[in-house]
């Protein structure tokens, strides 16, 4: 909505962060998205914990909201191959005065087996439809009950609930939302956020 658009405005931080990824040719979050990432944040923040982690390659707009939500304490793990765009989010968030981050620059399913399980209140997927349902399986059992989990982008603006469609990108999608919508411990909405996000509450 134009008016969200016209009452919502980014910091200087926000503003880099974004034409970084834009440079990049990345998919950024729009705004809208960005204080969903927030809001989840700060609602499933504690006192005794408000780590996160965010596996994309958009870090940089994807972790300043984040820490809008998590607060000056959160502790973020971010996970992408790419060298170049974790130096960019780096330099992003020490201008914006964020300290509590580290950079894995590895594939997510290469490395999340090797996180502590139970021990994250947030985490955020931006990643290919092929790996949706390998995201999940790796990403759950990292989250802490009463955290969650986002998948961006990650419907295909609805094709997902088109059964002719039976490409390879599409099937993946679909099965993952189906895989995630059947654990007993979750609690799941479906949003029209970018192209269609998952959120997932942990019970």
Not at 48 to 61: D, E, K, R, V
Not at 120 to 138: K, N
């Amino acid at each position: 909505m134009r008016y969200i658009e016209q009452t919502s405005q980014e910091d200087d931080h926000h503003l880099r962060a974004r034409k970084d990824a834009q440079e990049f040719g990345l998919v950024t979050p729009d705004v809208s998205t960005g204080q969903l990432l927030a809001l989840l944040a700060a609602s499933v923040a504690t006192e005794a914990n408000s780590s996160g982690i965010a596996a994309t390659p958009a870090a940089g707009i994807i972790g300043l909201y984040l820490v809008d939500g998590l607060g000056s304490d959160g502790h973020l793990t971010f996970i992408d191959p790419e060298h170049e765009h974790q130096n960019h989010a780096k330099e992003v968030f020490r201008a914006a005065g964020h300290s509590h981050f580290r950079f894995l620059p590895s594939r997510p399913l290469d490395v999340m087996g090797r996180l502590a399980t139970d021990s994250y209140r947030i985490v955020v997927g931006d990643v290919p439809a092929l790996d949706l349902a390998t995201f999940i399986d790796a990403a759950w059992p990292l989250i802490q009950s009463g955290g969650v989990l986002v998948l961006l982008d990650s419907l295909f603006d609805g094709l997902v609930g088109d059964p002719s469609r039976t490409d390879r990108e599409l099937v993946s999608a679909r099965e993952a939302d189906e895989k995630l919508r059947g654990f007993d411990d979750a609690l799941v909405a479906r949003l029209p956020l970018g192209s269609g996000a998952i959120v997932a509450y942990k019970r």
